[in-house]
């Protein structure tokens, strides 16, 4: 099955920086890789996904880029603010087949002011 | 986007009983659902696949006589955690796919805690 693998673990940043987070995957046959943001205690947020024709999407502060020869994807976030701190998953999915979704191990970032 | 209600939000039971949680699609019918657990600091596992009508699909590691899950209409799926036990203490979040090409929404999960 699908194997989708998160760095780093935590992250901190200053206010203002950028962060970024990468994933790879193993099954080449993935097509869908969606971002999801979870505050303590709540329900995972998406906050952006790609699809495998697409190399690059942007969305204000927000961007993620798939490189699909490689099998790995990444996430921008630009000037960050104290709110984007949270943990952050990584998923893919064959939206063809279940769509079920495997997500990365998280990343835990932290934005200081 | 589809509206997933998940109750109850948290639960406290003794070792030994059986707990039961539901996953409601408000406005719109899935004919599949998924169930993930986790743990603290950790990531989303997925637990098993939930399909309206017939058996649910249960991944590697997962016992099926002990989570028991039921999806008897197009708007519900339940799991049951049966003679918990303290290891089974863990955040609990049931998701529902969207239409063709659209992202999966989450039920705002179920802390269990089994004491």
């Known amino acids: 099955g699908e194997n989708v693998e998160q760095h780093p673990s935590t992250l901190s940043v200053q206010e203002g920086d950028s962060a970024v987070i990468k994933c790879t995957y193993s099954?080449?046959?993935?097509?869908?890789f969606p971002w999801y943001k979870q505050e303590l205690g709540k329900r995972p947020q998406l906050i952006i996904d790609?699809?495998?024709?697409?190399g690059e999407k942007k969305d204000q502060r927000i961007a993620v880029t798939l490189n699909k020869t490689a099998k790995h994807f990444s996430l921008h976030i630009t000037e960050t603010q104290p709110e984007d701190s949270a943990v952050y998953f990584c998923?893919?999915?064959?939206?063809?087949?279940?769509?079920?979704?495997?997500f990365g191990t998280g990343t835990r970032l932290a934005v200081r002011p | 986007g589809a509206v997933v209600s998940q109750h109850p939000s948290r639960v406290i039971c003794k070792s030994g009983t059986s707990v039961k949680i539901e996953c409601r699609s408000l406005d719109f019918q899935a004919t599949t659902m998924f169930w993930y657990r986790q743990f603290p600091k950790q990531s989303l596992m997925l637990m098993a696949t939930?399909?309206?009508?017939?058996?649910?699909?249960?991944e590697q590691g997962v016992e099926k006589d002990k989570f028991l899950i039921n999806h008897a209409s197009l708007t519900l799926s339940t799991l049951t955690v049966t003679s918990a036990h303290p290891e089974d203490s863990s955040f609990y979040i049931c998701?529902?796919?969207?239409?063709?090409?659209?992202?999966?929404?989450f039920g705002q999960g179920t802390r269990l805690t089994v004491v």
């Open positions: 790609i699809r495998s024709n697409v």
């Open positions: 099954d080449s046959a993935s097509n869908y």
């Open positions: 939930s399909n309206e009508g017939s058996k649910a699909t249960y």
């Open positions: 998701s529902v796919l969207g239409t063709a090409n659209t992202e999966a929404f």
């Open positions: 998923a893919a999915s064959i939206r063809s087949s279940g769509d079920k979704l495997t």
